[in-house]
């Protein structure tokens, strides 16, 4: 006699009540909705879906983490949020890019949590617009950025990498080192290799890219973590927060 429990068996589902398949049916169709749904706002801001994500992203729920982390104020550099497909995203291979007053973003982002770290990372490029004086000008994180390049370099160098002809020095955006980092060492390699010396590998890129991780760095990581290994970048994005004209 077999069991009615054995492994092999399927099992039936317990059968659902009026009220438990009406709540399915509710929650199945605001779904639909949401991703359908090319129309949101952000601070009243325009947040407009021109391709549908290929992930099940939550549009919805992710502006509410983001005007829940961060004061309107920091918005203001921003006039829309553009999602779609993109030919100057897909040939420099970004997600995401602020540009113009807009923040463009691809629609091959996957999840919640891209999205969010996308709509911040580019947020904090849109801060330089404005307060590019105040995040800049006394060369303080310029400074602790170029230190932490000096230590990659010798890091690099350490493991057998090929550094001579590559400008660790340049703090703007240089193509080659770009290359260099992104493809031939490779960002879980270049991970594992400066833990604990930056907030993310892609901070290595330039001055503006240490700057926008690091701000991500502040809202989704751990603030005691950014202030104990970049304490200059930490001051300054607290100083951002506290800003006043």
């Not at 929650?27 to 992930?55: C, H, M, N, R, W």
């Not at 497909?85 to 291979?93: G, K, P, S």
């Not at 602020?98 to 996308?118: M, P, V």
């Not at 290595?204 to 502040?218: C, D, I, K, N």
């Amino acid at each position: 006699m077999i069991s009615r429990w054995d492994k092999n068996l399927p099992r039936q589902r317990p059968k659902m009540n009026n009220q438990e398949r009406i709540e399915k049916i509710i929650s199945e169709s605001l779904k639909k909705q949401t991703s359908q749904q090319k129309e949101f706002y952000i601070f009243d801001k325009l947040f407009y879906v021109e391709a549908p994500f290929i992930g099940d992203v939550n549009v919805q729920s992710v502006i509410g983490l983001i005007e829940n982390k961060i004061p309107p104020e920091m918005f203001n550099e921003i006039d829309t949020i553009m999602v779609g497909t993109f030919d100057f995203l897909e040939e420099r291979e970004l997600e995401a890019l602020y540009k113009d007053g807009a923040i463009y973003i691809s629609n091959s982002l996957s999840t919640d949590r891209d999205l969010l770290e996308n709509i911040l990372h580019e947020t904090a490029h849109s801060l330089e617009s404005s307060l590019g004086h105040f995040i800049y000008g006394d060369y303080r994180i310029m400074r602790e950025f170029i230190g932490k390049r000096d230590a990659l370099k010798r890091i690099l160098t350490s493991h057998g990498y090929q550094t001579r002809d590559l400008n660790f020095q340049e703090v703007e955006y240089d193509k080659d080192l770009d290359a260099f980092l992104y493809k031939e060492v490779g960002y879980p390699k270049l991970q594992s290799l400066t833990f604990g010396l930056i907030s993310n590998p892609y901070a290595f890129t330039s001055l503006r890219e240490y700057w926008a991780s690091g701000f991500e760095h502040y809202i989704l990581g751990t603030k005691e973590n950014l202030k104990d290994i970049s304490p200059q970048l930490f001051n300054k994005i607290e100083g951002v927060f506290t800003y006043d004209d």
